[in-house]
């Protein structure tokens, strides 16, 4: 088991930036892809952005593409998601999650992931 604490989260205007971070103890993390999901209010959880275990390839949401970039850091235990050019649209509870499977490559399924953060909640004013 991972457990997953992310921080970052705020409050920002549109067009602004936030890099949110999750730091990762228990399990071999750097055996294992991570992602980041959002739940928006009235919605569904949806993925944002995923990293390999390695950390040589990523996959994106469509709508994230070119803002966001998500990174590792094995050395940190950490995962990060640098989120530039932000808009309302992005205001959700931002969750990391740790993949079930190590030596995978990224993946955008929620099904996929055995460990879940708490969730930091980022707001966009317009």
């Known amino acids: 088991q991972v457990q997953l604490v992310e921080s970052g989260g705020g409050l920002v205007q549109a067009g602004g930036s936030l890099r949110l971070s999750c730091t990762a103890s228990?399990?071999?993390?750097?055996?294992?892809?991570m992602g980041w999901f959002r739940r928006a209010p009235g919605k569904e959880r949806e993925f944002v952005a995923s990293i390999s275990w390695s950390g040589g390839r990523a996959g994106y949401q469509d709508s994230v593409k070119g803002r966001f970039t998500i990174s590792r850091d094995d050395a940190k235990n950490t995962v990060s998601l640098q989120m530039n050019s932000l808009k309302p649209e992005d205001t959700a509870v931002y969750y990391c999650a740790a993949h079930l499977s190590r030596w995978g490559s990224w993946s955008s399924r929620p099904e996929n992931y055995i460990d879940w953060g708490q969730g930091t909640q980022v707001t966009v004013s317009s």
């Open positions: 228990g399990r071999t993390f750097r055996d294992y892809p």
